[in-house]
T-cell receptor, first 111, second 110 residues
């Protein structure tokens, strides 16, 4: 079945460490996105990519980095510069005329 | 993309229809209305979308007013499993970004 896979489901990070969240899709979608969700809040856009080797900052890109070397993959790195990284992270993909397909999310906790 | 306004929360009795409103008064002619829902700690799930005409699928119905400035998502027979946050989003088809607001928390009660 086609879908979008995020891993790991839960991730713990020590302060000062970088950590990378994985997002893989087999839907042949051109565009991929990363959102952050804090408790009781909506989704905020971190980064998005509409084609391979190109990506754009969203509303809250500071402290995050991404790459898009393959159509299927859009990993997100949470760097030590992100002051409050504890959150639920959601990856999504879409084609031009479809809506979004979301992954099941990664819950990141700083310990 | 046009912004949307939704009530923060709503209650619905199990088995009754749930009617979730959304205002999008600045919507443009080429912007579609999409609805998603998010059950706690899961990724949002697509429900339905439309441009001008009313739409229906196995999950829900979407009613869009003639002036397209508002819409209503209807869950015809709400169940406890429909308890979730429902997001109304407007989006230009050929420009992919979705902006999510805070949505409506629907509480379906026995």
């Amino acid at each position: 079945d086609g879908g979008i896979t995020q891993s790991p489901k839960y991730l713990f990070r020590k302060e000062g460490q970088n950590v990378t969240l994985s997002c893989e899709q087999n839907l042949n979608h051109d565009a991929m996105y990363w959102y952050r969700q804090d408790p009781g809040q909506g989704l905020r856009l971190i980064y998005y990519s509409q084609i391979v080797n190109d990506f754009q900052k969203g509303d809250i890109a500071e402290g995050y980095s991404v790459s898009r070397e393959k159509k299927e993959s859009f990993p997100l790195t949470v760097t030590s510069a992100q002051k409050n990284p504890t959150a639920f992270y959601l990856c999504a993909s879409s084609s031009s005329f479809d809506g979004y397909t979301f992954g099941s999310g990664t819950r990141l906790t700083v310990v | 993309d046009a912004k949307t306004t939704q009530p923060t929360s709503m209650d619905c009795a199990e088995g009754r229809a749930a009617n979730l409103p959304c205002n999008h008064s600045t919507i443009s002619g080429n912007e579609y209305v999409y609805w998603y829902r998010q059950i706690h700690s899961q990724g949002p799930q697509y429900i339905i979308h439309g441009l001008k005409n009313n739409e229906t699928n196995e999950m829900a119905s979407l009613i869009i007013t003639e002036d397209r400035k508002s819409s209503t998502l209807i869950l015809p027979h709400a169940t406890l499993r429909d308890t979730a946050v429902y997001y109304c989003i407007v989006r230009v088809v050929d420009f992919n970004k979705f902006y999510f607001g805070s949505g409506t928390k629907l509480n379906v009660k026995p």
